[in-house]
C-alpha cells in the first residue's frame, strides 16, 4: 500500500471532509491520527475507520486548533503512539455567510483564528520537525474561495487567501529541503461547514437555507462528497518524490 508505514495527522477529523481524508489515507495503509475537539465524534470515526481498515492504525487526540500549545500536544501525541509525522493535514475550518455590515465580528474572528491562526499553528507543529528529517509534506485545506471572491464571505475568502499565501511563501521556503506543500481548493461539499450560520439576511441572499447540508438541494453534479475531496489529498501525498503537486482545485463539476 502506498503509504504503508507512514504517520499522518488530520485536524477537523471529527466529520466532513476530514474524516474522509483520514479514512482514505488509512485505507492506503497510514496510521492516522485524528484531531478535533468533539472526542465523541472522533471515537465515531475511529471505530469507522478501524472496521474498514483493520488494525490498531487510529488515536484520536482532542484539539482546538486555535490554541498553539494544544495543536503542539497534537504532534506530540502523535509522535509518541506512531513516530515522527510525514503528512500533516490542516483542514479544520469553518465558515459563515454574513455580510461585513451586519458586524457578526465574534465571526470574523473565529473564522481568522481557527482558518488561519489554525492553519499556521498546524505548520508550526511539524516544521522543525519534517525539516530535520529532511521530508514531510504539509496539506492544507483551502478552498475555491482561496482563488476568488464569493458574496457573503469577504473574510472566509479572505482567510483562505490567507492559507494560500502562506503555503505558498512557505512551499518557495523550503525547497531544496525535501519537504513539500500543497493547497487543496474544494469548491461546494455535502458537510455541516454552514450548519452555524447566523446571518439570516446573507443567507436568504445567497440561497443558503439555515442549518442545513452544503449542496442541500443541489443535483449530484452541483455537489462534490467528502470523498472527492480525500481522493485529491490522496493524488497529492503518494505522488513520486521528485513531483510536487502544489495546488489542486477540485470543483463539483456543475457548478459556476
Ligand atoms: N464543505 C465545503 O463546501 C468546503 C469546505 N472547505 C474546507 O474544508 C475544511 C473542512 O470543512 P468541512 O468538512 O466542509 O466542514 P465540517 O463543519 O463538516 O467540519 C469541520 C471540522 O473542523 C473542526 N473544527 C472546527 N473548529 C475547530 C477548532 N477550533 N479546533 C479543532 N477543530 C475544529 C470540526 O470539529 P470539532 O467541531 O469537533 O472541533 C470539524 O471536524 C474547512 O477548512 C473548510 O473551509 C473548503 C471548500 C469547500
Ligand atoms: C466559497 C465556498 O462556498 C466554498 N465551496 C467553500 O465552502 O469553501
Not at 441572499?205 to 485529491?232: N, W
Request: hydrophobic content about 40%.
Amino acid at each position: 500500500m502506498p503509504l504503508s508505514g507512514k504517520v499522518v495527522v488530520v485536524t477537523g477529523s471529527s466529520g466532513g471532509i476530514g474524516a474522509a481524508i483520514a479514512s482514505t489515507l488509512a485505507s492506503a495503509g497510514a496510521n492516522v491520527v485524528l484531531g478535533a475537539r468533539r472526542i465523541e465524534e472522533l471515537e465515531k470515526v475511529k471505530t469507522k475507520i478501524e472496521a474498514e481498515v483493520g488494525g490498531d492504525r487510529v488515536m484520536v487526540c482532542k484539539v482546538d486548533v486555535t490554541k498553539r500549545d494544544e495543536v503542539k500536544a497534537l504532534v506530540a501525541a502523535a509522535e509518541a503512539g506512531f513516530g515522527p509525522v510525514d503528512v500533516m493535514v490542516n483542514n479544520a475550518g469553518v465558515m459563515y455567510f454574513t455580510n461585513m455590515k451586519n458586524l457578526h465580528e465574534d465571526e470574523w474572528e473565529r473564522t481568522v483564528d481557527v482558518n488561519c491562526k489554525g492553519t499556521m499553528f498546524g505548520i508550526g507543529a511539524v516544521l522543525g520537525g519534517m525539516i530535520e528529517r529532511g521530508s514531510g509534506h504539509i496539506v492544507n485545506i483551502s478552498s475555491d474561495a482561496g482563488r476568488r471572491i464569493f458574496p457573503s464571505l469577504a473574510v472566509y475568502c479572505a482567510s483562505k487567501y490567507f492559507v494560500e499565501a502562506m503555503s505558498e511563501g512557505l512551499r518557495r521556503e523550503v525547497v531544496g529541503t525535501g519537504l513539500k506543500v500543497t493547497t487543496i481548493q474544494p469548491g461546494d461539499c455535502a458537510t455541516d461547514l454552514v450548519m452555524n450560520n447566523t446571518d439570516k439576511e446573507a443567507a436568504d441572499e445567497q440561497g443558503v437555507a439555515i442549518g442545513v447540508k452544503v449542496g442541500t438541494g443541489s443535483t449530484e453534479t452541483q455537489v462534490l462528497q467528502p470523498e472527492d475531496v480525500a481522493a485529491a489529498v490522496l493524488y497529492a501525498v503518494t505522488a513520486p518524490s521528485h513531483v510536487a503537486v502544489n495546488e489542486v482545485l477540485v470543483e463539483p463539476r456543475d457548478q459556476t
